[in-house]
């Protein structure tokens, strides 16, 4: 159980996070990410590589299981890749506004 001082100090942080909108927007872009083909990609890589893992250890294959263990790699960079440099939107080109 808080106190009464400590309550009043967790709603005066919750007030000025409410205001925050940067911190708000953070957690609304969390809440509405959607599924993308890269990241389908990536888990079906990953599946993969793991069911590789398996059977190269229950053959023997050294080879077999560092291979499949460097795809767990490639599919971790997958999810996680980014573009560098994104291409900034096009500007909205209003024929009324010819200069």
Request: charged fraction near 20%.
């Amino acid at each position: 159980m808080l106190s009464e001082s400590e309550q009043k100090r967790l709603a005066d942080i919750e007030a000025a996070l409410r205001h925050d909108t940067r911190f708000v927007n953070g957690f609304n872009r969390a809440m509405t990410r959607r599924i993308t083909p890269r990241r389908v990609t990536s888990v079906i890589i990953a599946i993969a590589a793991i069911v590789g893992v398996i059977i190269g250890l229950a053959t023997g294959s050294v080879f077999g299981a560092v291979l499949a263990i460097c795809a767990l790699g490639v599919a971790g960079g997958v999810w996680t890749y980014r573009p560098a440099h994104p291409e900034p939107p096009a500007p909205a080109a209003h024929p009324d506004m010819e200069q």
